[in-house]
């Protein structure tokens, strides 16, 4: 009988054992090559279940498997006399061939033994190393959650920051308007204290000129004086100078009252300037006060910022050194993990080899290769349909393969070194704005600084004109103060001249009025001498007693004298 034309469930007799038994199995097994038959034995004499290598194949009691050692073509017959020694050295070889295989086999499988019983004790190992492992990967997923709250309370401190700098900045530029409106308004101060003097120099320039105008009053004064006194030598008693005297008086009074309307007119304007200018100088000394304050309250926003950003600077020196140790945990996990996964993927990839061979085996036994593509495989048999089917099958097979786990730790490990990229760009980018802002808070610093230099400066220069304008105007006040005092003690003195003079005048003329009685009384006492002689008296009387007037300071005995004198030269 042929290879070919055994079927399941034929019977056949193996010659070289003497046994017989039913077809179980006919294929092309995974742990051999070429075509099998499995025989299911009437006695138990067989070496194996259905099973081999924990493959099975059929099931039965006892088997026999046998390598068919026949061409194709050759017939299994009935043992005959001189084939049954061949077969039986044929199966000799093929039993001692076996066993060889077999002890090779055995061996094979006690070092695959030892060297699973020492990848056991190293799994073992590794396996506590994964706990360990594990619990460290624990401690820092919950190390990184930390970190990424606190860098999330970072992020948030630092857009406060960022609000309160923005905030500085507005009230920054606040400050600098109020600081040019208050360099305007001490500009406009300057301008009103260069009016102020201006006008004290005006003032100044009329007070000379009162000055100049009163000494030339008093030189007119004195020239008048001068002129009575030459004039009155020569004038009757009763002609008109008392009377031109009387104008000059009241001219003269009438020129001190205009200059005292003037000076009046004048300290009353210098006294509303003064007002005004300390008015200014209240409103400067309040706008200084609030800037003072706004400087305060600014510098106290600074000190508060530098305080937070150094916070901050402290905050994120931390998280580089988390970072750090994460990132030494993350590689020391990685490392360990990694050898880990990689002795998971080898026996993976056992296991996947050792199925895939048994489901490709499967597949040839179930469906064989077509050696031959002719009309009658394609078109009466479904042999190449199965063919290609199988084919498709296997290709599925290898396609169908899970990723190993060490692509997805590599693409894990890629995705988070591209995270941790980005993050690093992010801080970068952080650091370099807070740097920015940190050299932008130290530029308005050194703003502020500059402003309050100016200020101070600008406050000694105002202090320093307002005591300068203050003094000018006590000098000023002084000058004028001693300018009316002494107007008033002119004014005084011409005054009493004035009586004084009115008093002789007066007193001259109650003895001119006796001189003329007695004059009357001597005249009708005395002859025609003392007739003719009189007008030369009377001229002599006219002439002295002008001069008694006119002189001030003659005393009244001198003028008795004088006329008792003349009394005497008539009475000779």
């Given at each position: 009988?042929s290879?070919?034309?055994l079927?399941?469930g034929?019977r056949v007799a193996?010659v070289?054992?003497?046994?017989?038994g039913t077809?179980?199995?006919?294929?092309?097994?995974?742990?051999a090559?070429?075509?099998w038959i499995?025989?299911n034995l009437?006695?138990?004499?067989?070496?194996n279940?259905?099973?081999?290598?924990g493959h099975?194949?059929f099931e039965?009691g006892?088997?026999e498997?046998l390598t068919p050692?026949f061409?194709?073509?050759q017939?299994?017959?009935?043992?005959?006399?001189?084939?049954?020694?061949?077969?039986e050295?044929l199966a000799n070889?093929?039993a001692q061939?076996?066993i060889?295989?077999l002890k090779?086999?055995?061996?094979?499988?006690k070092?695959?033994l030892e060297?699973l019983?020492?990848r056991r004790s190293?799994?073992r190992?590794k396996?506590?190393?994964?706990?360990?492992v594990?619990?460290?990967l624990?401690q820092?997923?919950?190390f990184?959650?930390?970190?990424?709250?606190?860098q999330?309370?970072?992020?948030?401190?630092?857009?406060?920051?960022?609000?309160?700098?923005r905030e500085?900045q507005?009230a920054?530029d606040?400050?600098?308007?109020?600081?040019?409106?208050?360099?305007?308004?001490a500009e406009?101060?300057a301008?009103?204290?260069?009016?102020a003097?201006e006008?004290?120099e005006?003032?100044q320039?009329?007070?000379?000129?009162?000055r100049e105008?009163?000494?030339?009053?008093?030189?007119?004064?004195?020239?008048?004086?001068a002129?009575?006194e030459?004039?009155?030598?020569?004038q009757?008693?009763?002609?008109?100078?008392?009377g031109?005297?009387?104008?000059?008086?009241r001219q003269l009074?009438?020129?001190?009252?205009?200059l005292k309307e003037t000076l009046?007119?004048?300290?009353?304007?210098?006294?509303q300037?003064?007002?005004?200018?300390?008015?200014?100088h209240?409103q400067?000394?309040?706008s200084n006060r609030?800037l003072?304050?706004?400087?305060r309250?600014?510098?106290a926003?600074l000190e508060?910022?530098?305080?937070?950003?150094s916070t901050i600077?402290?905050f994120?020196?931390?998280?580089?050194?988390m970072t750090?140790?994460y990132?030494?945990?993350?590689?020391?996990?990685?490392?360990k993990?990694g050898?880990?996964?990689?002795?998971l993927?080898i026996?993976?990839?056992q296991r996947?080899?050792?199925k895939?061979?048994i489901?490709l085996?499967q597949i040839?036994e179930?469906?064989?290769?077509?050696n031959?593509?002719?009309r009658e495989?394609i078109t009466k048999s479904?042999?190449?349909?199965q063919?290609?089917f199988?084919?498709q099958?296997e290709y599925q097979?290898?396609?169908?393969q899970?990723t190993?786990p060490?692509?997805?730790r590599?693409?894990l490990v890629k995705?988070q070194l591209?995270?941790?990229?980005?993050?690093?760009?992010?801080l970068e980018?952080?650091?370099?704005?807070?740097?920015?802002l940190?050299?932008?808070a130290?530029?308005?610093?050194?703003?502020l600084s500059?402003?309050?230099?100016?200020k101070?400066?600008?406050?000694?220069?105002l202090?320093?004109?307002?005591?300068?304008a203050?003094?000018?105007?006590?000098?000023?006040?002084?000058k004028?103060d001693?300018?009316?005092?002494?107007i008033?003690?002119?004014?005084k003195?011409?005054d009493?001249t004035l009586?004084?003079?009115q008093?002789?005048?007066?007193?001259?003329?109650?003895e001119?009025?006796?001189?003329?009685?007695?004059l009357k009384?001597?005249?009708?006492?005395?002859?025609?001498?003392h007739?003719?002689?009189s007008p030369?008296s009377?001229?002599?009387?006219?002439?002295?007693?002008p001069?008694?007037?006119?002189?001030?300071?003659v005393?009244?005995?001198e003028?008795?004298e004088?006329l008792?004198?003349q009394?005497k030269?008539?009475?000779w």
């Open positions: 009988m290879n070919k034309d079927k399941i034929q193996v070289a054992k003497d046994v017989k077809v179980a199995y006919v294929g092309y097994p995974t742990f090559s070429g075509k499995g025989i009437d006695e138990p004499k067989g070496k279940n259905g099973t081999v290598r099975f194949y039965t006892f088997v498997t050692q061409t194709p073509g017939s299994m017959t009935s043992p005959q006399p001189n084939a049954a020694a061949v077969e050295k070889l093929q061939q076996e060889t295989n090779a086999e055995v061996e094979d499988l070092e695959k060297t019983r020492m190293e799994d190992e396996l506590r190393e994964l706990e360990r594990r619990l460290q624990d820092a997923n919950e990184k959650a930390k970190i990424m709250e606190s999330a309370q970072l992020q948030r401190d630092l857009q406060r920051a960022k609000q309160e700098v500085a507005e920054l606040l400050h600098n308007d109020e600081t040019a409106e208050l360099q305007e308004a406009m101060a301008l009103d204290k260069e009016m003097e006008r004290a005006s003032i320039m009329e007070l000379e000129q009162c105008k009163l000494e030339e009053a008093t030189l007119d004064l004195q020239l008048m004086r002129e009575m030459a004039s009155g030598n020569t009757h008693p009763n002609a008109v100078s008392g031109a005297t009387g104008y000059e008086v009074q009438q020129q001190n009252v205009r009046v007119e004048q300290l009353k304007q210098d006294v300037e003064l007002e005004a200018l300390q008015e200014v209240e400067l000394v309040e609030e003072e304050m706004d400087l309250e600014e510098e926003a508060t910022i530098m305080d937070r950003d600077v402290k994120r020196e931390l998280v580089q050194r750090e140790q990132n030494e945990l993350t590689a020391q996990i990685n490392s993990q050898d880990h996964d990689a002795i993927f026996l993976l990839l996947l080899n050792t895939a061979e489901i085996g040839r179930r469906f064989p290769a077509v031959v593509w002719d495989a479904h042999t190449a349909v063919y290609s199988r084919c099958l097979l290898l396609m169908i899970p190993p060490i692509v997805k590599a693409q995705k591209e995270e941790t990229k980005t993050l690093t760009i992010r980018k952080k650091e370099a704005e807070y740097k920015e940190k050299k932008a130290k530029g308005y610093k050194e703003e500059e402003m309050n230099i100016r101070e400066l600008g406050e000694k220069k202090t320093t004109a307002v005591r300068d203050e003094l000018k105007i006590d000098q000023l006040q002084r004028l001693d300018a009316l005092n002494q008033k003690r002119q004014e003195e011409f009493e009586d004084h003079l008093q002789d005048i007066e007193s001259l003329e109650d001119r009025g006796a001189l003329r009685e007695k009384l001597y005249g009708k006492r005395g002859g025609s001498h007739a003719v002689t030369v009377s001229v002599r009387e006219y002439s002295h007693e001069s008694v007037k006119v002189s001030s300071g005393p009244s005995g003028v008795n004088a008792q004198h009394l030269v008539l009475s």
